[in-house]
């Protein structure tokens, strides 16, 4: 399972996912990003899948953030 974002230009990014309480459960990326498309895998800190449910992911770039909804289904 992945997502992408496409960056117009070079900024620095932080792409973090809870689950539906809140508790953080993994930091996807963190460090800069040259503009183009990127393709990021959402899985856990510790390289395992995300089990079944729904899940948040946070979007911190360069100031700004963006939190999004996802849904994980096996």
Do not use: A, C
């Amino acid at each position: 399972l992945e997502f992408r974002r496409v960056l117009f230009r070079s900024h620095n990014v932080t792409i973090r996912v809870y689950d539906i309480l809140g508790r953080h459960i993994s930091t996807i990326f963190d460090g800069q990003l040259m503009s183009g498309e990127h393709t990021f895998p959402l899985s856990h800190n510790r390289g395992g899948k995300i089990s079944s449910g729904q899940y948040f992911y946070r979007i911190g770039i360069s100031g700004g953030q963006t939190l999004s909804k996802s849904f994980v289904v096996r």
